[in-house]
């Protein structure tokens, strides 16, 4: 359920604080009062995080393994280093990527 950020129309103390979030469902009304004090509120427009995907690239270079699933039981490793076979075959256990290469102490 989203989290929606509310702000005090009144000065004054409230255990809340002055801005309080409040977790809704997304199809109930915006609150009107405060829950705490019942002093009146307002909702804010929040500004949202887009995360956008990371390209294979970016993963090989944070020291990740992505593998994609291109047959039954055969992954390509998009984020081969030198020397890796591009190809992992679950059969197969020479194909596996080389995890020592990439973890360290």
Request: net charge neutral; aromatic share 8%.
């Amino acid at each position: 359920m989203p989290v929606y950020e509310y702000i005090h129309e009144e000065e004054g103390e409230c255990a809340r604080g002055a801005r309080f979030e409040v977790v809704q469902n997304i199809k109930d009304a915006a609150l009107r009062e405060c829950p705490e004090c019942g002093k009146p509120v307002r909702r804010l427009i929040s500004r949202t995080y887009v995360r956008t995907p990371l390209s294979d690239t970016k993963y090989k270079e944070m020291g990740f393994t992505k593998l994609v699933r291109r047959d039954n039981g055969v992954y390509e490793n998009v984020t081969a280093l030198d020397g890796e076979s591009r190809y992992f075959e679950a059969d197969k256990p020479e194909t596996m990527p080389d995890i020592k290469r990439r973890v360290s102490d």
